[in-house]
């Protein structure tokens, strides 16, 4: 049972435009979230996060917008730049159980289009 | 980096052999995990602990076990490898709940069961 779900497999943009990446989540009780992008052959790197409290958080070129009432949360980066080509995951993290697990999704491939 | 080391990087095994993978760390993260990638499935949490000689399983924890004798190493061990063990191994080590949400990753650890 995928309790996070990145339904894009895969996102091609142009340089220079904006880039959305979407994650669903089915547990009401998760209350933060974080984006990671990921090189090949590389570990993934924490991009930014959000806590359930706010429904925005900006970095830069990076913002992720939280829906709560729909469990959806959306990563936007503008603008897109070729060096952004990588996969995405989104997490959530899970302390229901009194210990703390992170809950990822499938990941989106992104390429940026030069 | 955030100080986590996973060796072996690469690590080529046949059926039905033990193989252990380590993860260590030195950057005091009371929480390490381990997680594995194939493509389709996303990162899937193997197992975690919470603190020494503290461990759970995570949603893919059959035919691994994990031992954390110090807060620095966390070992996975393949009891008995298959070829469905085939993968890219993630340790990641965080501190949830102490205000500081973001996990860091390890590098990778690609085996292949043959």
């Known amino acids: 049972d995928q309790q996070v779900k990145q339904n894009s497999p895969s996102l091609s943009v142009q340089e220079g435009r904006i880039s959305i990446l979407n994650c669903d989540y089915t547990?009401?009780?998760?209350?933060?979230f974080l984006w990671y992008k990921k090189y090949p052959a590389e570990g993934p790197t924490f991009l930014i996060s959000?806590?359930?409290?706010?429904d925005k958080n900006e970095d830069g070129r990076f913002t992720v917008f939280l829906n709560k009432s729909a469990k959806h949360l959306s990563l936007h980066i503008v603008p897109s730049q070729p060096g952004d080509s990588a996969v995405y995951f989104c997490?959530?993290?899970?302390?229901?159980?009194?210990?703390?697990?992170?809950?990822f999704g499938t990941g989106t491939r992104l390429k940026v289009l030069a | 980096d955030a100080g986590i080391t996973q060796s072996p990087r690469h690590k080529v095994t046949e059926t039905g052999t033990p193989v252990t993978l380590r993860c260590h760390q030195t950057e005091n993260h009371r929480y390490m995990y381990w997680y594995r990638q194939d493509p389709g499935h996303g990162l899937r949490l193997i197992h975690y602990?919470?603190?020494?000689?503290?461990?759970d399983k995570g949603e893919v924890s059959d035919g691994y076990s994990v031992s954390r004798s110090k807060t620095e190493d966390f070992l996975l061990t393949l009891e008995s490898a298959t070829s469905s063990q085939t993968s890219v191994y993630f340790c990641a080590i965080s501190s949830p709940g102490t205000g500081n949400t973001e996990a860091f990753f390890g590098q990778g650890t690609r085996l292949t069961v043959v």
């Open positions: 997490a959530a993290i899970s302390g229901t159980s009194g210990t703390y697990k992170y809950i």
């Open positions: 602990s919470y603190g020494v000689k503290d461990t």
């Open positions: 959000i806590s359930s409290i706010k």
């Open positions: 547990n009401s009780m998760f209350d933060y």
